[in-house]
């Protein structure tokens, strides 16, 4: 069991940066890929970001390719989301996730666990 909470989100102004963190409780963080996903009103979850067990690989998507960057702290059972030039699109529930699985890091289903999600309010 993994339980994971998310921080940092709030409201800046476009162009502006944010990073979040998602602090991990319970056994093997290191051994599960860790994802960012968002939700913004309306619309389904989308995978943004994911990191492999020991860091060694990341995976984004296209939308925030070049201006978000994943990355872990193994140990302290921490992952990161750096999100730069930030755009008011990106205004969204943001959530991490763990999953045990050997791919398809985009999937929101082959994710076994999730926060609670942050919000990040992006102005124009």
């Known amino acids: 069991q993994v339980q994971l909470v998310e921080s940092g989100g709030g409201m800046v102004q476009a162009g502006g940066s944010l990073r979040l963190s998602c602090a991990a409780s319970?056994?093997?963080?290191?051994?599960?890929?860790m994802g960012w996903f968002r939700q913004a009103p309306g619309k389904e979850r989308e995978f943004l970001a994911a990191?492999?067990?020991?860091?060694?690989?990341?995976y984004y998507a296209d939308s925030v390719k070049g201006r978000f960057t994943i990355s872990r702290e193994n140990a302290k059972n921490t992952v990161y989301l750096q999100m730069d030039s930030l755009k008011p699109e990106d205004t969204a529930v943001y959530y991490c996730?763990?999953?045990?699985?050997?791919?398809?890091?985009?999937?929101?289903?082959?994710?076994?666990?999730w926060g609670q999600g942050t919000q990040v309010t992006v102005s124009s």
């Open positions: 319970g056994r093997r963080f290191s051994s599960y890929v």
């Open positions: 990191i492999t067990w020991n860091g060694g690989s990341t």
């Open positions: 996730a763990a999953s045990a699985s050997r791919g398809g890091w985009d999937m929101k289903a082959l994710y076994d666990y």
